[in-house]
């Protein structure tokens, strides 16, 4: 029972967190910012949802390979998170700051 | 909770899968080429979840092999963007 | 209705955009896109019809995934002959050869319009 | 629930492709095929051939987005009209 209803919290939880990368997708003004919210957002809700269903496996090695896409999936996006902001940052995208004032 | 944990899986997945369209407008109507690459990332990511919840509720545990593939190479098309692709101001008004 | 029905129409509906894409696109590109989209219709069409009462039969499977790899190893040969095409020729579209659908003359003939 | 995943999985699909062939810009159609490519793999692991998918996933979504990029890359550079700002 416990474990039923940890599983369901990490779920949601996970659910919350992909909500708010596609929000910050949509919303956030420039490069730099979304993706910041895509890098860490996602990669978090991403985690979630793979603990929450690691602690419904049936063996330990099905728990061991849905907890093992969780780093690689980290150092994916932080590798492609890396190269497209350098790319930016080279191409001379300028940084959003708070216009008003 | 009258819930059993797939259907919450597979709810969870359909979330998930609505995520996915809004940022299919973003991925088409993205200001910059950056933006819309953006958008593809998130497509990887979002649908390795989708994959695992899928692995889950449909009682397939192949799919998980899927996810981790998938979570692996989605990252090579945003590298080929980042290294070849991504020239700057040229691709706003480039007509072919 | 089953999901292998959906994916059926589905991929019907791809074959038709694939197809009016490849005969209607000019662009290399965008051809051997439309071509792509043709072909990942049919793919829907093989395993979703396939898919009868639950069971997936394996053959179709089979043919599809051998389908899938060679239709990249024909993407890359076509993107291959698209770029040697245009280091030849300094096009992007194929029409016949002196035709005025080639994207250089239109913009000559722009040109020479616009000063009158 | 499966039928509302099915159908808006197959709008998703038809609606990448279409965008596909109808931007008039190549870079923004390569980067929607690399899109219908992805939702590809989850239409396979809805269809129950997790091989079709796994299949797609390394060859659509990696392997075949990366030819294009580099292709649209390529032929952007050598075009006489337009100055591409290599960097």
């Known amino acids: 029972m416990l474990l039923d209803a940890l599983t369901t919290l990490l779920l949601l939880a996970g659910a919350v967190f992909f909500f708010a990368g596609t929000l910050g997708l949509l919303r956030f003004p ?56 350098r790319r930016a940052e080279r191409l001379g995208v300028v940084p959003w700051q708070e216009q008003d004032q | 909770m009258n819930f059993t944990s797939a259907e919450l899986a597979l709810a969870v997945a359909l979330f998930l899968l609505v995520n996915l369209g809004a940022a299919l407008w973003r991925a088409a109507r993205g200001p ?32 998980v092999d899927v996810a981790l593939t998938l979570a692996l190479l989605a990252a090579i098309s945003g590298i080929a963007f980042a290294q ?13 | 209705m089953s999901s292998g029905l959906i994916f059926a129409a589905t991929g019907c509906l791809l074959f038709v955009l694939g197809l009016g894409g490849v005969l209607l696109l000019k662009a290399l590109l965008r051809r051997i896109l439309a071509f792509n989209l043709m072909g990942s219709g049919a793919f829907l069409v093989l395993v979703g019809l396939a898919q009868r009462d639950g069971t997936p039969d394996p053959v179709p499977q089979a043919m599809v995934l051998t389908g899938i790899v060679v239709a990249v190893a024909a993407t890359a040969l076509a993107l291959t002959l698209a770029r040697r095409w245009q280091a030849l020729t300094g096009r992007e579209d194929i029409g016949r050869v002196g035709d005025a659908g080639s994207r250089r003359r239109s913009k000559q003939r722009e040109r020479r319009k616009a000063p009158r | 629930m499966n039928l509302a995943f099915d159908l808006l999985l197959a709008a998703a699909l038809l609606w990448s492709a279409w965008r596909t062939l109808a931007t008039p810009q190549i870079g923004r159609a390569v980067i929607l095929f690399i899109v219908f490519g992805l939702l590809l793999t989850l239409a396979w692991a809805r269809l129950d051939a997790p091989d079709i998918a ?28 337009m100055d591409g700002d290599e960097t």
């Open chain 1, 30 to 85: 420039d490069v730099y910012t979304r993706l910041h919210a895509l890098a860490k957002a996602d990669n978090l809700g991403l985690g979630c949802v793979l603990a929450g269903l690691a602690l419904q496996a049936d063996s330990l090695a099905v728990a061991l390979k849905l907890l093992a896409i969780w780093p690689l999936a980290l150092i994916a996006s932080a590798a492609v998170g890396y190269s497209i902001a």
């Open chain 4, 54 to 81: 796994l299949a797609e996933a390394a060859i659509g979504a990696g392997l075949t987005g990366a030819l294009l990029l580099d292709a649209v890359a390529a032929l952007r550079a050598r075009r006489p009209n």
């Open chain 2, 84 to 96: 070849r692709a991504w020239l700057g101001k040229v691709e706003e008004d480039d007509a072919a």
């Open chain 2, 32 to 63: 910059t080429p950056a933006d819309r690459m953006l958008a593809a990332l998130l497509f990887g990511s979002t649908g390795t979840g989708i994959l695992v919840l899928l692995a889950f509720a449909g009682g397939s545990p192949a799919l």
